[in-house]
C-alpha cells in the first residue's frame, strides 16, 4: 500500500507544476510579431519619418485654424439667414472636398494618373467610372524599355560561328 500512495503522490506535484496563462496574456516564447514589426521601423530613416511628422502637424494646425475660424462664424451669427449662410458655405466646402475624394478613388481605381482625375467628369460615381474606363482606353501603359529577361539572341549573332567553335573543339581534343 505504501507504493500506492507514492504514486499518487507524485502525480498530484507533476499537476500542479502545470500552469496555464491567465486568458489576454501570451506564452513567453510567442513573441513573433513584435520581432516581425522591429525590422519594418528600422529601415525608415529618422529625416523622412520627421518631415512626414511636421507635414502631418502643419496639416493639423491647418485644421485647428479652419475649425477655429468656422467656430466664430458660426456663433457670430446673430440672425437665421447668417446662420444658414455659414452653412451652407461650410456644405459647399465638404461637397468639394468629397468631390475631390471620389475622383481620385475613382481614378486609381482604373489606374489614371492624378491629373487625368482632375478630368474625369459625372455627377455620380457610375458616370465617372465609365468617363474612367473611356480615359484608360486612351492611356497607353508603360511598356518596359526591353522585356528579354537575360541575354539578347541578337546579341553577338556574327561573333558566334558553330562550325568554328566545333573544329576548335576537335583540334583541342588532338593535343
Do not use: C, H, W
Not at 502631418?56 to 449662410?85: D, G, H, P, Q
Amino acid at each position: 500500500m505504501p507504493e500506492q500512495e507514492t504514486t499518487e503522490t507524485t502525480e498530484s506535484t507533476t499537476e500542479e507544476t502545470v500552469e496555464t496563462p491567465p486568458e489576454g496574456d501570451k506564452p513567453e516564447g510567442d513573441e513573433t510579431t513584435s520581432t516581425e514589426e522591429k525590422p519594418t521601423e528600422e529601415s525608415v530613416p529618422a529625416d523622412v519619418l520627421r518631415k512626414k511628422l511636421t507635414d502631418a502637424n502643419a496639416e493639423a494646425a491647418n485644421y485647428r485654424t479652419k475649425l477655429r475660424e468656422t467656430e466664430a462664424k458660426l456663433s457670430s451669427a446673430k440672425t437665421v439667414e447668417e446662420f444658414e449662410a455659414a452653412t451652407a458655405e461650410l456644405k459647399g466646402q465638404i461637397d468639394s472636398l468629397e468631390r475631390t475624394i471620389l475622383l481620385n478613388n475613382v481614378a486609381a481605381k482604373y489606374e489614371l494618373p492624378p491629373v487625368l482625375a482632375k478630368r474625369l467628369s459625372g455627377a455620380t460615381e457610375e458616370e465617372l467610372e465609365a468617363d474612367a474606363k473611356e480615359l484608360q482606353k486612351l492611356v497607353a501603359p508603360e511598356q518596359p524599355q526591353s522585356l528579354s529577361g537575360g541575354l539578347d539572341p541578337d546579341e553577338d549573332a556574327d561573333e558566334f560561328d558553330p562550325v568554328k567553335a566545333a573544329q576548335a573543339a576537335r583540334r583541342s581534343r588532338r593535343y
